[in-house]
């Protein structure tokens, strides 16, 4: 249930024009920041360079983040993928929904993911929560690494069979899971914290991410990749950290936000 009590900076936002189904929206692309595109398929020389950054992030990544059971899912995970990559499911997803061209599939390394978790001093008492998890490493990775309860929320409905296969394989005793939905139908309420890839996401998204986040407790974490949350809605989160992450793409601003009013 999103908190409609809250507002944004500008004021020029008017809640009523939220009436786009979200993940199409996130999609189009229009607006949004999104610059894998640029070197992701469109050209061979974007795809070779996205190539050999990803090897060379994948290979330090796992050198600095993995334990045998999580390389374990790794391998497994990229058997799966062997035949239909995510990139492409995510395209033909997008098509289907009429998106021409859209792409909105992207991986945060680990190496990223590890600066992420190491500020947030994670707990196995901790509830997470992944806006748009993907494939799911990302959660897996968490929740091998921190034991804590973890949800990710994807609307691609095989990365989600994919994920829950994976930890119901590898991590039976982890306290991970995968729900495919709209992440906008999710009860907030209950999270401590939460991490979304916006790279992604057109303006109007990131403002409808915004209300919903804003029904997240007081106290509650909450990390966001290239969208200030803090600047729509200064009375409701407050920026307690933004640091430079690497993607494939380049480096990427990650912010960490407090959930409640200014101290
Ligand atoms: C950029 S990828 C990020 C993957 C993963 N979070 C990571 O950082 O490695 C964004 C994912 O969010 C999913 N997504 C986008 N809009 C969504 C929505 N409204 N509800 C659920 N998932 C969504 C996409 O299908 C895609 O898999």
Redesign the pocket.
Known sequence: MQNHAYSFQDRQYDKSQVTYK??RD??QNRDSNMNWKNAGENSLYGWFRTLVVELVLATVGLRQCGSIRFLRTEVHRKLLYLLCNPWVI?RR?LNSRGEENAQ?????PLTTLASVARRLHLSPGDRFV?????TG??CLWLADRYGCQILG????QV?VDFANKLARRHMPDCKVSFVC????ELQMSEWDCV?V?C??MSKSCIRRLALLCAGLPNGARLVTVNAALADLMPERFQVESVFPGLFAWGWSEVRIHRVGPPL
């Open positions: 979200s993940g996130a999609l995510s997803f909105g599939y992207g991986e945060t992944e806006l748009g998890c993907g490493r990302n929320v994807e609307q691609i990365y939905t709209d992440m906008f991490y890839d790279t992604a």
